[in-house]
């Protein structure tokens, strides 16, 4: 038997010193950024994060908000993780890109892949301009919830100018 394991800034300089932040922490700093954003929110991160995936779908029923998924794979990790059982989002928790712009902007909270800036992700065209079914509007807050992976750091920083430049409240 061989088990193999990496984790990102493990013996890093830059990596945080101590023990991880706990998720409830996260998930408390987000909702306090959700509740507290008058228009339309975009939280960006990992796709395989399902337990980030768990609290966002809690935040979004608090806070009266419906989720847009945009993103081939965190689409499917999100079907994985409820046919698995461990993510249970009821049906009217989401809806599809074609209701998004019937929807206040203060009822939707967009989540999207993408965050390394990888070329074609949601938020890389987001980020651009580009995605076909959602544009950003001055005034909406973006929320990156994840650390950038080393190695990534420049691709990240144009990507986060490219946000800035349309006038969101980045986070």
């Known amino acids: 038997e061989l088990l193999l394991s990496d984790s990102t800034n493990v013996g890093s300089s830059s990596g945080s010193s101590g023990g991880a932040g706990s998720e409830a922490s996260v998930a408390e700093?987000?909702?306090?950024?959700?509740?507290?954003?008058?228009?339309?929110?975009?939280?960006?991160?990992?796709?395989?994060?399902?337990?980030?995936?768990?609290?966002?779908?809690?935040?979004?029923?608090?806070?009266?908000?419906?989720?847009?998924?945009?993103?081939?794979?965190?689409?499917?990790?999100?079907?994985?993780?409820?046919?698995?059982?461990?993510?249970?989002w009821e049906s009217s928790l989401r809806a599809t890109d074609a209701e998004l712009a019937t929807l206040h902007p203060s009822e939707v909270l967009v989540l999207a892949g993408g965050t390394q800036a990888e070329a074609g992700s949601a938020l890389t065209r987001i980020a651009g301009a580009s995605h076909p079914a959602f544009s950003l509007q001055t005034g909406d807050s973006v929320i990156l919830s994840c650390r950038i992976i080393p190695g990534n750091e420049r691709r990240v920083s144009r990507m986060y100018n490219q946000l800035l430049r349309q006038e969101v409240e980045l986070f």
């Open 29 to 88: 700093a987000l909702e306090t950024l959700i509740r507290s954003a008058p228009r339309r929110v975009l939280v960006g991160l990992f796709s395989s994060n399902v337990q980030r995936l768990i609290s966002l779908g809690a935040i979004a029923n608090r806070t009266g908000r419906r989720i847009v998924l945009l993103g081939r794979s965190l689409r499917g990790h999100v079907e994985t993780a409820q046919d698995l059982g461990h993510l249970r």
